[in-house]
């Protein structure tokens, strides 16, 4: 049986000695166990997971059917949405209790943490898939038999282990040692994220409980102190009860043969390494999963201009890649193998997320607009506006390199000529 990766033979074993096997597994040097479940107490683990999945669930994906359209400079590679494709209804709605928006968010979760997402296929006895079950990537053992198949074994809800076929199956992964499970990031870098989620807690307790007492008492000498344990913890409690918030700047008046000892003073290096390597740590992680710093809250070298580069960055450096694994999956997994010969593929819509600023767009698409690349009604459907009447003409270059709307190229003969 396997368990949280981890195998387990079907002797009797006691669950003491099963969570120790389990932190044996993810234990690290600085003696906090990292898994794929607790990962999320790392503060930069939680802005990763959050912020590339939420870029995900955001995009629509939509069906497309290519074809070959002939045209008069030659035959063209078009494509067609096909909303009723039902690929397309089965990602509007994955199941009875996801909402696309939901079912993207979680399945970009378990990609990322696990190296894996795993959906059950839900279909009747014929006809197209109706549901995808989500799985727990740490109840799922992947083996490859002599034939070169894969295999999945599932522990469902009820502990009981069930064995689907790859057909059944849809299958998301990271880049795979083995060739066939990804691998984990968050177990690849755990000595990382320990050091943070070590540093998380260290931080609290240094600047909540306080490591240091504010005051010092000492007994003079040759005054042998409180008589008992009791008299000693009464005047230490009598005094905090005294000068503590608005009482500390009381005046006091110290028994006979009490005197106040050296008043510790504030490690100030202690608390900014504790600041630097908290912020080294963050960059590491980021770097890990490949995510540029500024999303993951370090603004040090962020400027205006970088951090809006640092962002189509993201999308082209770490969420596209997420994406295009996806998509590969779903068109293997979902897609009948009609729908792959007759050009049917999936694809995310990135087109807003990849977008430069408003005044570059706008540049860029007025030189096109010269150069007779796009129609006015073709720059207003990239600004998600309506077309609007005689807005599909085209400028064309004239002799004299001025673009005219439906002016005749050189050697040609132009409406208003034939006209006449």
């Not at 042998?224 to 905090?240: A, D, V």
């Not at 390597?277 to 590491?284: C, D």
């Not at 607009?369 to 009604?377: A, D, K, L, W």
């Not at 390199?401 to 208003?416: K, N, R, V």
Request: charged letters at 25%.
């Amino acid at each position: 049986m396997n368990i949280f990766g981890l195998e387990i033979s079907r002797k009797s074993i006691s669950i003491d000695t099963l969570i120790q096997r389990l932190e044996a597994v993810y234990a690290t040097v600085s003696g906090i166990s990292v898994t794929p479940e607790n990962c999320m107490e790392s503060p930069t683990v939680q802005a990763i997971v959050t912020g590339v999945s939420r870029a995900i669930a955001v995009r629509p994906v939509h069906i497309y059917r290519k074809r070959t359209e002939q045209t008069p400079s030659g035959p063209r590679e078009v494509k067609e949405k096909e909303p009723k494709h039902p690929v397309a209804l089965l990602l509007n709605k994955p199941n009875g209790w996801q909402t696309s928006n939901d079912y993207w968010l979680d399945a970009t979760s378990r990609l990322l943490r696990y190296g894996n997402y795993f959906a059950f296929k839900g279909r009747p006895a014929t006809g197209p898939i109706r549901s995808l079950i989500p799985l727990d990537p740490s109840g799922v053992t992947v083996e490859q038999d002599a034939e070169w198949n894969l295999n999945y074994k599932v522990i469902g809800s009820q502990g009981k282990q069930t064995e689907y076929p790859s057909s059944r199956i849809h299958h998301v992964r990271s880049a795979a040692r083995n060739g066939f499970k990804g691998d984990s990031p968050v177990i690849d870098v755990r000595e990382a994220i320990a050091f943070e989620i070590a540093a998380e807690k260290f931080g609290g307790q240094f600047f909540g409980a306080g490591t240091q007492p504010g005051v010092i008492f000492k007994y003079q000498d040759g005054f042998q102190g409180h008589r008992t344990m009791e008299e000693r913890i009464k005047f230490l409690s009598e005094f905090e009860d005294r000068y503590r918030d608005r009482g500390r700047f009381k005046a006091m008046f110290l028994p006979k043969g009490i005197e106040l000892g050296q008043t510790p003073e504030m490690p100030g290096n202690d608390s900014s390494q504790l600041v630097e390597s908290r912020a080294h740590q963050r960059t590491v992680i980021a770097g890990a999963f490949g995510v540029p710093p500024h999303m993951v809250g370090d603004l040090s070298k962020g400027t205006y201009n970088n951090v809006e580069q640092q962002s189509l960055a993201f999308v082209q450096n770490c969420v596209l890649p997420y994406v295009r694994m996806f998509e590969a999956a779903m068109e293997r997994d979902l897609l009948t193998d009609e729908d792959r010969n007759g050009g049917v593929i999936i694809r995310f819509n990135l087109e807003g997320a990849l977008r430069a600023d408003f005044k570059t767009r706008q540049e860029g698409l007025k030189i096109q607009r010269e150069m007779g690349v796009i129609s006015p009604n073709e720059w207003r459907e990239v600004e998600g506006m309506n077309p609007r009447e005689d807005g599909d003409e085209y400028f064309e270059q004239g002799p004299s390199g001025q673009g005219q709307p439906g002016a005749a190229a050189p050697g040609e003969e132009s409406d208003d000529d034939a006209a006449s």
